[in-house]
């Protein structure tokens, strides 16, 4: 199970993430951060860390949950439905740069859905995104604007992101299907 | 900023819990994780309620039926709501005793629907059991909207997400029911589904009122109103359902409000911060006092707002495809 | 010309109460009666002999004493000859129906008619039983003196009770000039209301409306006193409660001319069968609590419950297809009862055979002053063959009843018919008894 990433790249590359977003935006004050369930989590709220470090901006950090917009739902013939988890978004974000974070762009899909589930919550100014792997295989015309690393797989692979707040370490790995 | 905990399960995504039942006929098919999943996804659907789009496209073209042979607008409505905030194709069929003079059965009318193809069929009908026999007539899924005096699942599993909202837990609260508890769908599932929470439930009516084998059921009974209210945490009110009334149960509705009709002064044997529910609709003066239905302890227009939520919940969760 | 035909059925088990006779022994039959009984009885040329399999048992007729045949009024749900075709494959040689058709069986020409079908159809015998009281309204006696003539063996509003107990009391009086039993329905209707289900913890959890208890043993009381009153015999039909049997017992103590009946389903099933809303678990008494059950097995074994009758009540699918609570009442029986009492009465010891017996052929025939019940040398050859090791899964699709509303669809029995003969007549042979499997517990 080959590690492509260790802790210490996970924290380099969000630290790098958030020095690209500085440098892209004249200002920070109309930016808001919205993490997509499950990891884009804690990985859009260490990126507002990152932000405020650089910066010493305090960028509303929102958390959206994406499974109502699926568009595998009710296409799996067996098993339960994915569980549904609050969104929470305490801030207005008509006419904010929204920067959605997710932890891997895949196929797009999950993208697809958030940008859907955005636009049933206003008229954002703009849509970027920051994912902390892109290991391709996209099937929508979806690109990443901010990329921790770039990860070619193959498609019999998962990727893994494992983040200190849920697993207790950072690390991401490959692991081939066939394995489990 | 809230604790990481609460957004993220240890394995991440799409944790696989889900209904093991076709259908939700009753709280007693329901397994406690079951129940809390049910509330745990309701509270997540109380945030679509609150967006100015209210409206998500998890059901987007599944059919749901709403066949109501007895006249409920408050529970149709509530499911209507709920499907249209989920982009169901919603069809209302109000069945009336009519169809049973020119002889079509109820087994008729379900496989007429069937033909349709519908996937979720909302029943409420007077006869106990009428979602049983519907769910093994046809492949949709099928929830119980009220049967007769059965259960009225959405019901119990809404006023558990109220009290649970207001009191941030369930486990040991002493709830008091009181009312007609003999008619009542309501307190049939809510006595279960409190029970499985950890609930201290007690019931209260009229003799007459009471359900045999009370004592199997694990509750304590009394025919004291002010017992049964002494220390309460919540107090629920049944409905007296004044078609029913003929004499038979007690003389008059007068003498009821006395005996048994929940006034401020009653109330205040009941803990300082306790909520008042009722299923609705209401008879002011009867089992409820205008000046408690209106008041501050009243969590009432909260439950209706929760019915929405835990009906989106069921309806999502029993979603899945089904297996052909 | 005589009839002189000669069957013999050799090799089995004989059970005989009324001449004490429990053990192997052959039985002759010469011109549909019996002719001699006992063991290795000679063979003359021209007898047909009959070989009863291993472990077969020879027994006087069986008679259902409550059966619903439906008919006139109600052919969809059972004809006179298809409830008997029913009777003789389930091993009863007669049967007496309720009177509860349409029109009811309150006048000769309706005791005629069915006497007359069952006449024609030849299998089973059929006793009617008359109204006791005129379109059994329960306000004025019927014609009991005219229907004894046309061939009722006793009078009965079954599906009600008498409820008057004035006219129950008249009744009782009434009958007794023909030698006729009364045959109540034990249901106090004003305390029964619009129940569906015993009143009891399964019938509050499921929403159903209660019928107590107290509303057969009410009238079951009652019964006992008006036939302590009068001295005329009364018999009670499908008691299910603890109450009704001390009733009963207490009445029998007391030297009062009653008796009393229990279905098979009321001696196997409880209420906690109700939980999926099965129609086919709604019957009237309804099914009641362990504690009843228990009871009532007691009063079989103790001699308090003097006969196993089935109160079959064929409904046709689609009105059992419905609502709980307006579904018809009633299951058959006629086809599942031999297997039901063997497998649930008899082989875990609750009962004898010879007790078995006396309990669905001697006492019926006895409290209806019918013949049967025995088979001493004269009598008419009505016999049942049982083949009490015999596996059965109970298969309603097979059945002969033209109803399917069987609680006991897909059970796996121990025991079964081999055959019915009426009248030295074999009307009923059971291929799967000839060579078949002895019964394996796999269950
Ligand atoms: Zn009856
Ligand atoms: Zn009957």
Redesign the pocket.
């Known amino acids: 199970m080959p590690v492509v990433m260790a802790a210490d790249q996970v924290a380099r590359s969000i630290t790098r993430i958030a020095h690209e977003v500085v440098e892209r935006h004249r200002t920070l004050d109309n930016l808001a951060l919205i993490g997509i369930r499950t990891r884009g989590v804690p990985i859009a709220r260490r990126l507002a860390a990152g932000l405020h470090d650089i910066a010493g901006t305090t960028v509303p950090t929102g958390v959206l949950d994406i499974t109502l917009y699926r568009d595998d739902l009710m296409r799996h013939a067996v098993g339960p439905q994915p569980v549904l988890r609050k969104t929470d978004i305490d801030f207005s974000i008509d006419d904010r740069r929204i920067l959605l974070v997710d932890d891997v762009l895949y196929t797009g899909r999950t993208i697809r859905a958030a940008l859907d589930a955005l636009i049933d919550f206003g008229r954002p100014g703009a849509i970027e995104l920051a994912v902390l792997v892109d290991r391709g295989h996209r099937e929508l015309p979806i690109k990443a604007d901010y990329v921790g690393k770039n990860v070619p797989t193959s498609l019999s692979e998962s990727v893994q992101v494992r983040l200190a707040e849920v697993e207790g370490l950072d690390e991401v790995v490959i692991k081939d299907a066939s394995d489990s | 900023m809230p604790p990481i905990a609460d957004v993220l399960t240890p394995d991440g995504l799409a944790a696989p819990v889900g209904l093991r039942t076709k259908d939700l006929l009753s709280i007693g098919d329901l397994l406690p994780e079951e129940i809390y999943l049910i509330l745990d996804t309701a509270e997540a659907m109380k945030e679509v309620g609150t967006r100015s789009i209210k409206k998500v496209p998890a059901l987007r073209g599944r059919t749901v039926v709403n066949l109501f042979f007895e006249a409920s607008t408050r529970t149709r409505t509530s499911f209507e709501v709920a499907q249209k905030r989920l982009s169901a194709d919603t069809i209302n069929i109000a069945a009336s005793g009519s169809s049973v003079v020119k002889g079509e059965t109820l087994a008729d009318t379900v496989r007429n629907l069937e033909a349709m193809a519908p996937d979720i069929i909302v029943v409420r009908h007077q006869s106990a059991g009428a979602g049983h026999l519907v769910a093994r007539l046809c492949r949709a899924r099928v929830i119980n909207a009220g049967d007769g005096m059965h259960e009225h699942p959405t019901q119990a599993l809404l006023d558990a997400l109220t009290i649970r909202e207001r009191k941030g837990t369930i486990k040991g609260l002493k709830v008091s029911i009181i009312g007609d508890l003999l008619h009542s769908r309501v307190l049939r599932s809510n006595v279960q589904l409190l029970q499985v929470l950890g609930a201290d439930v007690s019931v209260c009516g009229p003799a007459t009122m009471m359900l045999p084998d009370m004592a199997r059921l694990g509750v304590r009974a009394t025919t004291s109103i002010d017992e049964a209210v002494e220390g309460a945490d919540v107090v629920m009110l049944l409905r007296i359902q004044l078609e029913r009334m003929s004499g038979y149960f007690f003389p008059s509705l007068r003498e009821y409000f006395q005996l048994f009709g929940m006034t401020p002064e009653r109330l205040r044997r009941a803990k300082p911060d306790a909520i008042i529910m009722h299923p609705g609709p209401m008879n002011r003066g009867v089992e409820i006092a205008s000046d408690v239905a209106d008041g501050p302890y009243s969590v009432i227009l909260e439950q209706v707002a929760n019915g929405v939520a835990v009906r989106m919940a069921v309806l999502y969760l029993l979603a899945d495809e089904l297996q052909s | 010309m005589v009839d002189d035909t000669r069957i013999m059925l050799t090799g089995g088990h004989l059970v005989d109460p009324t001449n004490s006779v429990n053990g192997p022994a052959d039985l002759l039959i010469v011109g549909g009666r019996v002719a001699a009984v006992g063991r290795d009885l000679p063979i003359d040329p021209g007898t047909t002999v009959i070989e009863v399999p291993r472990h077969g048992v020879v027994c006087p007729g069986f008679i259902d004493m409550?059966v619903?045949l439906r008919e006139p009024g109600d052919e969809h749900k059972e004809t006179v000859a298809t409830g008997v075709a029913a009777a003789v494959a389930g091993g009863f040689t007669a049967v007496a129906c309720?009177p509860?058709t349409t029109p009811v069986n309150d006048h000769a020409g309706v005791t005629r008619l069915i006497r007359g079908k069952a006449a024609d159809v030849g299998l089973a015998r059929v006793y009617p039983v008359g109204a006791a009281t005129k379109g059994r309204d329960g306000e004025q006696l019927a014609e009991i003196g005219e229907l004894h003539a046309a061939g009722c063996v006793a009078i009965s509003d079954?599906?009600r009770p008498i409820a008057n107990a004035l006219l129950m009391r008249r009744a009782l009086e009434y009958a007794s000039m023909f030698d006729m039993p009364v045959i109540d329905?034990c249901e106090d209707r004003s305390l029964a209301g619009d129940g569906v289900a015993h009143e009891g913890y399964h019938a509050t959890m499921l929403g159903l409306r209660g019928l107590p208890a107290a509303a057969e043993e009410i009238i079951a009381g009652r019964d006992v006193g008006l036939s302590g009153l009068t001295g005329s015999p009364v018999h009670l039909?499908?008691l299910s409660s603890r109450g009704s049997i001390r009733a009963v017992r207490d009445g029998k103590t007391r030297g009062v001319r009653v008796s009393c009946e229990v279905t098979p389903h009321h001696l196997t099933l409880t209420d906690d069968r109700l939980a999926g809303y099965d129609t086919n678990y709604k019957m009237n008494p309804p099914l009641r609590e362990a504690a009843d059950l228990d009871t009532l097995l007691d009063a079989v074994r103790d001699g308090t419950i003097d006969c196993i009758a089935t109160?079959h009540?064929p409904h046709h699918y689609d009105e059992k297809h419905a609502e709980f609570d307006s579904a018809p009442f009633?299951v058959i029986g006629l086809e599942t009862a031999v297997s039901v009492c063997l497998d649930r009465l008899v082989h875990p010891g609750h009962v004898t055979l010879v007790r078995l017996v006396e309990l669905m052929s001697t006492n019926p025939a006895s409290i209806l002053r019918v013949p049967g019940g025995t088979l001493g040398v004269g009598v008419p050859a009505d016999i049942t063959v049982l083949a009490p090791e015999l596996s059965v899964t109970v298969d309603s699709s097979a059945f002969k009843s033209l109803a399917r509303n069987t609680p006991f669809d897909g059970w796996r029995l121990r025991g079964g018919v081999t055959a019915t003969i009426v009248g030295g007549r074999v009307v009923y042979a059971n291929a799967a008894a000839k060579g078949a499997e002895p019964f394996t517990n796999a269950m």
């Open positions: 409550h619903h309720m509860n079954d599906g329905h039909a499908h109160d009540a009633g």
